[in-house]
């Protein structure tokens, strides 16, 4: 109930931000305002190009309306008399949702299939004060019961989220039920703001995007320490559970992505290659075919399921421009794969044995999860009672592992199969998706999958699709807003950073570095002229876990000066120290 109420809160402050805005500019066209994550936006079609410097008017304005305390009213009008009202008010937009409504049934575009002519139906139009809208509703009463809100942004936006129609302004707003739970907010996307991953990454130096290839990252040299370490994290966690590591191309004959049903739902996602007349290549925007062509290969016998091929395999997906993202949205990425071939018997065994593997991997880096049964989409393929089979196995699984801990996404499964999703809180709080296992009877059958059963009969395996990382570069991204850019040591590209205060303890500090480097532990070794204090400011800007500073002291003495991070200082025996830095890479891995 609580959620709804902030969701209907949030949609009504869209509102009254629209009804400033037609307070401001009276000719404003409206297109649409929907809720979003913690707040709403509306698009308007205005005579000029807005500013940042708009935004503080049209909240000023939004608040002298709040004050007043306007009612919402809602009235049920024919689809033709709600034509002619926003006729009258010369809303262009307004009317092309309704004729769609009127001759679909409904605004959304994908769903717009079948011709139901519904001249007859009513529509609900909410108004406050001045400014109309359509609109499904609920509302709040009036505008004294909104909560607390902030407009955070303008962006472009084409209407409808065509390229082809006009590009609209849209305005972003957060909204909270109090004044104390937006405050809280804003200081956590302040904080936010500070980790975000692509500052971390030019300041870290780890990667850059370039107009070259975009949306398809760079990595640096200590960025591919990174990336490579998190792969081998990745590649030594499958050993556990028995997987074979494949290896397949990017680029596949059209054909297999028509017969896999990829073609329809991802075709307008994908970039081609035309080889010659008769022959036209994909770059592969999912994994799983090249997983069946080499099972397909030879014909396979019961006693060889399962079958477990894992894959970091690249994959190759076209991004609007607008919707790319530094690591978290890109077009060229490795998505950290596996698919399962096994009997109906062995769903239960395997699918637990994956969610053990989600925990091997989560839970080093303090990750918390939940995990989600996403059910059968409108766009599904095969047959309902499959589907139907498919979530029961699920539901089960999840019932035995989670108890009734576990969530619910309706519609959200993959258009193959239902699926099990894992949602990450990191330290901020905020959820990511990563994680997925996929439940598939269908794929099998369309490329005529067999084994042999005990009986001496063929039949069809079932096959499950997993990722967990979801991809390398998503999940380094995550990872270094997670730990505001100081990594565990582990994962950290340099693990050490060692300088002499003066020449006289150049010899000293680099054998201590060569003893480090033997045991496997990275060190950068300064030798500039630069100053002591100016060092340790770039060595801690560097998010380096631990700053050795060799001098007279340290060599007599024969033991370290450690600065760890959170500026705390130490004395430590060599072997102590290099005992300390060794155990915390092995308790990790």
């Not at 966690?237 to 329809?264: N, R």
């Not at 592992?401 to 959200?412: I, P, R, T, W």
């Not at 150049?506 to 496997?520: M, N």
Request: hydrophobic share 35%.
């Amino acid at each position: 109930m609580a959620e709804n109420k902030i969701e209907i809160i949030r949609h009504s402050t869209a509102h009254l931000i629209a009804a400033a805005v037609l307070e401001l500019f009276p000719n404003a066209k409206f297109g649409v305002g929907p809720t979003v994550e913690n707040g709403f936006y509306y698009d308007f079609d205005l005579p000029r190009s807005l500013t940042p410097e708009d935004l503080p008017k049209i909240d000023k304005m939004a608040r002298q309306i709040l004050k007043k305390n306007i009612k919402f009213v809602c009235q049920e009008l024919d689809i033709n008399e709600a034509i002619g009202l926003f006729q009258k008010a010369d809303q262009p937009y307004k009317i092309e949702l309704l004729n769609d409504i009127k001759k679909f049934g409904t605004t959304d575009v994908n769903k717009q299939t079948e011709i139901k002519e519904l001249s007859n139906d009513k529509v609900s139009i909410y108004t406050l004060g001045r400014f109309v809208d359509l609109c499904r509703g609920p509302h709040i009463s009036s505008t004294q019961s909104l909560g607390a809100f902030k407009l955070t942004k303008i962006a472009g936006a084409y209407w409808r989220g065509d390229e082809k129609n006009k590009m609209l302004q849209r305005i972003y707003g957060v909204a909270f039920e109090n004044q104390q739970e937006l405050s809280d907010y804003l200081k956590l996307q302040e904080e936010a703001e500070k980790r975000d991953h692509r500052k971390l990454g030019k300041e870290l130096d780890l990667f850059s995007m370039h107009d070259e290839a975009p949306g398809m990252p760079f990595f640096h040299p200590k960025g591919a320490i990174i990336y490579n370490k998190l792969k081998k994290f990745w590649l030594e966690a499958q050993k556990e559970f028995k997987y074979d590591i494949i290896i397949c191309p990017s680029m596949l004959d059209v054909s297999i992505w028509k017969q896999s049903g990829h073609w329809d739902h991802y075709k307008d996602d994908m970039y081609f290659i035309k080889a010659d007349e008769n022959k036209t290549f994909a770059l592969r925007p999912m994994d799983c075919p090249g997983a069946i062509l080499i099972y397909n290969n030879s014909l396979k016998s019961y006693r060889d399921l399962p079958i477990r091929y894992a894959e970091p395999g690249l994959i190759t997906r076209k991004e609007k421009s607008g919707q790319l993202a530094g690591l978290f949205r890109v077009q060229q990425f490795v998505q950290d794969d596996a698919h399962m071939f096994i009997t109906e018997d062995q769903i239960e065994s395997e699918i637990k044995d994956v969610i053990k593997l989600v925990k091997k991997i989560y839970q080093p880096f303090g990750l918390e999860y939940k995990a989600y049964l996403s059910t059968r989409p409108d766009d599904f393929m095969g047959d309902i009672k499959v589907w139907d089979k498919a979530e029961i196995s699920l539901k089960k699984i999840l019932k035995d592992v989670y108890g009734d801990d576990y969530g619910l996404k309706e519609k959200d499964g993959a258009f193959y199969g239902p699926k099990i999703d894992f949602q990450l809180k990191d330290s901020l709080g905020r959820t990511w998706q990563c994680a997925t296992i996929q439940l598939d009877f269908q794929m099998p059958l369309k490329f005529n999958c067999k084994y042999i059963d005990n009986d001496g009969k063929e039949k069809t395996p079932v096959m499950i699709h997993r990722t967990i990382m979801g991809s390398f570069e998503r999940f380094m991204g995550i990872l270094l807003e997670h730990y505001a850019g100081a990594l565990p040591v582990w994962l950290s590209p340099v693990q050490v950073y060692i300088t002499p205060i003066g020449k006289n303890h150049f010899k000293a500090s680099q054998k201590i570095a060569k003893e480090l480097e033997s045991f496997g532990i990275s060190v950068l070794f300064d030798d500039s002229n630069e100053t002591i204090g100016y060092k340790v400011r770039k060595a801690e800007k560097q998010k380096i876990p631990y700053i050795l500073i060799i001098g007279d002291k340290e060599i007599k003495s024969k033991k370290l000066n450690v600065r760890m991070r959170g500026n705390i200082v130490k004395n430590m025996a060599k072997k102590k120290f290099i005992d300390k830095v060794l155990k915390e890479i092995k308790n990790f891995l």
